[in-house]
């Protein structure tokens, strides 16, 4: 498995993707983090806001509303994989070799299981619902995974700077 990790490590620092960004580093890598910012903010800022009201806050406001604002959560994903990708390619051995990394990985893949199993299951119940309506228990549930995780993911980003491999 070393052996694996290491070809990995030394064929992405020879790409032309990470010498572009290792090489202009002092504008590349600050704008790639402030677009994983904005992403991040799109992404918990809708998805959160749909999530907190699966739970039953802010009541008042329909739920088959709030979901349309999930488009720009995806957009936000979008960006975050796109630049993490960035992050990655640039300098692997940072991210490879460290836990929070890998448990980073582990809480968006929960993340996305979470997102299949919602519209797989409940979601045809969750459009119907009026402003005060109740979300099921089921959509209650996969509403606080999903913020555990998105939580997780933020956490776990975070902690990569203090566990440097």
């Known amino acids: 498995m070393e052996a694996l990790m290491q070809s990995l490590r030394f064929w992405l620092e020879s ?24 992403g991040l903010s799109m992404l918990v800022g809708t998805v959160g806001l749909f999530d907190l009201r699966m739970l039953g806050m802010a009541r008042e406001l329909s739920l088959p509303g709030l979901h349309r604002l ?6 936000g994903y979008i960006m975050n994989i796109l630049t993490g990708i960035i992050f990655f390619t640039a300098y692997p051995f940072q991210y490879m070799y460290n836990p929070a990394f890998w448990w980073k990985l582990v809480f968006m893949g929960c993340a996305g299981i979470n997102v299949l199993l919602f519209y797989t ?13 109740d979300a099921p228990p089921t959509a209650k549930t996969m509403a606080a995974v999903s913020l555990v995780c998105w939580i997780g993911v933020m956490s776990c980003g975070r902690l990569l700077t203090f566990f440097r491999p």
């Open 15 to 38: 790409t032309a993707l990470s010498s572009f960004v290792r090489d202009n580093g002092y504008w590349v890598w600050p704008i790639s983090e402030s677009i994983h910012f904005i």
């Open 70 to 75: 999930i488009k720009w959560g995806i957009g």
């Open 121 to 133: 299951t409940v979601y045809h119940r969750i459009k119907v619902l009026e402003p005060g309506d």
